[in-house]
């Protein structure tokens, strides 16, 4: 089956560490991209990967760090830096940023207390 | 500033109703404009896109859309919903090589 895998779908923190979320795809796609899902905001873009090794901030990237060291994987950490972690993360691919359609994991409900 | 409108947040309909979300768009060059759907516990999905051509474009589940280029719109309708279109609808707008700039989305809640 192809898609994104997105894992765990609850993960539960507690105030001041680290967490990472894992995204992995096996559509071939370049560009893979993170978004915050808060009620009534819309999709809000962490960051983005247009190919391996690269990596641009989104419009919210404070308190967030990605790497890209393989084409299919694109972990997300959320720090403790991040004021208010708590929110539902997706991650998605493309084949090319903006001219096609995203692909979205199941999405990943992070808890921090 | 680039941006995407969407003119109603909650929408309440009864089933066999006709739907209509508007979404405005602010965006310079050629643009590529989306749908999405998120059905409750379900993943984001596309509805429909629009590149290039027919700007009366046809997605899934009967639901369909304009690009009105004049109008910086591209408005999704539907002309009878059901209880199973209970979901968030989500515009997107894109071009070449750039991010996508989603609206906030709107609640759709269908009675049977």
């Known amino acids: 089956d192809g898609g994104i895998t997105q894992s765990p779908k609850y993960l539960f923190r507690k105030e001041g560490q680290n967490v990472t979320l894992s995204c992995e795809q096996n559509l071939n796609h370049d560009a893979m991209y993170w978004y915050r899902q808060d009620p009534g905001q819309g999709l809000r873009l962490i960051y983005y990967s247009q190919i391996v090794n690269d990596f641009q901030k989104g419009d919210i990237a404070e308190g967030y760090s990605v790497s890209r060291e393989k084409k299919e994987s694109f972990p997300l950490t959320v720090t403790s830096a991040q004021k208010n972690p708590t929110a539902f993360y997706l991650c998605?691919?493309?084949?090319?940023?903006?001219?096609?359609?995203?692909?979205f994991g199941p999405g990943t409900r992070l808890t921090v207390t | 500033a680039q941006s995407v409108s969407q003119h109603n947040h909650h929408v309440i309909l009864s089933e066999a109703a006709s739907l209509e979300l508007g979404c405005n768009y602010s965006y310079g060059g050629t643009v590529n404009l989306f749908w999405y759907v998120q059905y409750p516990g379900q993943h984001l999905q596309l509805l429909l896109k629009y590149f290039s051509g027919d700007p009366l474009v046809k997605g899934i589940k009967g639901f369909e859309a304009e690009f009105i280029k004049s109008k910086f719109s591209f408005n999704l309708r539907k002309p009878s919903v059901q209880w199973s279109d209970t979901a968030e609808y989500f515009c997107?707008?894109?071009?070449?090589?750039?991010?996508?700039?989603w609206g906030l989305g709107t609640s759709l809640a269908v009675n049977p």
């Open positions: 998605a691919s493309s084949t090319r940023q903006g001219q096609s359609e995203q692909y």
């Open positions: 997107a707008v894109g071009g070449n090589n750039r991010k996508l700039i």
